[in-house]
């Protein structure tokens, strides 16, 4: 078990033996590869269903870029449907994988809302997340990133929501239960969803979703690692954010009234979202890039994306 730290910069750990792209161990990537194998065993059996977040850096651009205005009270988060029909099997993800950073700054993330020993209940039950990042990047109070806030921004952010909204341009208090609020695990790291694509991001109005993957981040206290959900979503590239409610594009709100919600200002962003599957509420991890930034600085990101481990313990 790994010690509590302050959030900020510390060592960085020799992690090459253990980690891959998205922090995989090779106990979950041998998860992974058993999963394939048995996929056409298992879908033979389960009938298959069918399928951004960069803004300002902290405290900067406050007033060139309007904020979402929040709700006085706590959003309410619809049931999931029930009846929604047959399961989907979530394949793991064989996309890219980028190295992780290797000659860079490692920060840890304390979870925001204390961890289960602290003797009260968390919403995301997790104790800290290491990342690493390249020179050049900016490490925020909320958004970890290169070129915060200008056009060619790329950035990486951590969230706990309750939902989603239902359409993040004209949203509502009632949000949308996160994609993993009904799901399983057919066998070891695989993800089966009940009510794909009729709920959370799958289902966002105006969105242009990708299939949803999965794939494991790394633990150092569980070679095992833990269970991802990895969608790739885009902000319309026609969309008039300033026509939004508040002129505003915002995907989720905080976890707490008064929270700082998750919002967009691009048309056309990217943003790659990882629904973790700890306790209680998903941890939120949103890789985002915008239609001016370079492929170098996507790489970067992609990059920071796959130093990440986690301690949920």
């Known amino acids: 078990m790994c010690r509590r730290a302050p959030v900020g910069s510390i060592d960085q750990r020799d992690r090459e033996e253990k980690t891959a792209p998205m922090g995989l161990s090779r106990s979950a990537i041998r998860q992974v590869e ?111 990133g290169k070129n915060l806030g200008e056009p060619n921004e790329v950035a990486l952010s951590f969230w706990t929501t309750a939902g989603v909204y239902p359409d993040p341009c004209r949203r509502s208090t009632k949000l949308s239960p996160l994609d993993l609020e009904d799901h399983g695990h057919p066998q070891d790291a695989a993800i089966s969803l009940a009510s794909y694509p009729e709920l959370g991001l799958s289902a966002q109005h105006g969105r242009e979703a990708s299939e949803p993957r999965s794939v494991v981040i790394a633990d150092p206290t569980d070679d095992t690692g833990t269970v991802a959900l990895r969608s790739e979503l885009t902000v319309p590239a026609d969309l008039d954010i300033t026509a ?70």
């Open 34 to 144: 058993r999963h394939r194998r048995q996929s056409a065993t298992l879908l033979g059996i389960l009938m298959v269903g069918a399928a951004g977040s960069a803004c300002t850096g902290p405290d900067e651009h406050d007033d060139a870029v309007p904020t979402a205005t929040l709700a006085t009270a706590q959003p309410t988060v619809a049931p999931p449907p029930t009846g929604s029909g047959d399961l989907f099997v979530v394949q793991p993800f064989d996309g890219p994988q980028a190295e992780p950073v290797a000659d860079g700054t490692t920060h840890r993330y304390l979870n925001p809302h204390g961890d289960a020993e602290d003797g009260h209940r968390v919403p995301s039950d997790y104790r800290w997340i290491e990342y690493t990042v390249p020179a050049g990047w900016e490490v925020g109070d909320i958004y970890i």
């Open 244 to 313: 939004c409610d508040a002129g505003t594009y915002v995907a989720w709100p905080g976890f707490d009234v008064g929270d700082r919600p998750n919002d967009n200002h691009v048309a056309g962003q990217t943003d790659i979202v990882f629904q973790v599957d700890v306790d209680r509420n998903p941890l939120l991890i949103d890789a985002s890039f915008r239609p001016d930034s370079s492929q170098e600085d996507v790489d970067e990101l992609n990059s920071v994306i796959g130093s990440i481990v986690m301690d949920r313990w």
